[in-house]
């Protein structure tokens, strides 16, 4: 029996203003502030009738701030549309 542990994969690119040598360290941060789930699928699940695709994330560890304004796309975004400064100081939350 295979259970699978997987997140949509994300591309670490420089135009997002990552420093690349810390792209992994981005993407875990995505996870902890929930803004980027892990999912887990298990066959048997699907077999007894239950939904095979389970959310697989903990509680959201930091804010989405502090995950966000460590990319210039969002830094920018902050800018350009000053009320989403409130999403992104909002307290994480589990979707």
């Given amino acids: 029996m295979m259970v699978l542990h997987w ?9 997002h203003g990552i420093d690349m040598m810390k792209g992994l360290e981005q993407q875990k941060a995505a996870t902890q502030s929930g803004v980027w789930p892990l999912y887990r699928y298990n066959p048997i699940n699907f077999e007894e009738g239950k939904n095979p ?8 560890t930091i804010s989405v701030k502090d995950y966000a304004y460590k990319e ?9 549309m000053k009320h989403v400064q409130n999403y992104l100081c909002a307290k994480p939350t589990r979707m």
């Fill in 72 to 80: 210039n796309r969002y830094r920018m975004l902050v800018q350009a």
């Fill in 7 to 15: 997140s949509l994969p994300t591309a670490t690119v420089s135009a």
């Fill in 53 to 60: 695709l389970t959310l697989d994330s903990k509680d959201p």
